[in-house]
């Protein structure tokens, strides 16, 4: 059985790519950090995937779900912990130092050498 064509794909898969910005934009702006605009490689990675298709999208689309619902869940105990007038900017940026890390082993399904990166 065939997947989605390459477009369609692509699509989907950069409608999550940004919601999971979403959620690291709001991390961050709990870690008292600046808004961070994806540009090159990492803003690309949707295509990317899409175009190289096989097991290396397949592990993409996989890493970004995985990866969004650790942001959903540290996000809401972050606003939790706000909310009850606790300071959250130490947690806030180690989640937000995590997704980083997490983010580019997500890039490097598609381009390994980003790995050493």
Do not use: K
């Amino acid at each position: 059985m065939q997947g989605p064509p390459a477009d369609e794909l692509a699509q989907h898969l950069a409608a999550r790519w940004d919601a999971l910005h979403d959620a690291a934009d709001a991390v961050a702006q709990l870690a008292q950090l600046a808004h961070e605009n994806p540009v090159g490689a990492i803003a690309s990675l949707p295509a990317r995937a899409a175009q190289t298709g096989g097991w290396r999208c397949d592990a993409v689309a996989n890493g970004i779900d995985d990866l969004t619902l650790v942001m959903q869940t540290g996000l809401r105990a972050l606003i939790a912990a706000a909310d009850e007038g606790r300071d959250t900017t130490a947690a806030a940026l180690t989640l937000w130092r995590e997704f980083h890390v997490a983010r580019q082993a997500i890039c490097a399904f598609v381009e390994p050498e980003l790995a050493a990166a």
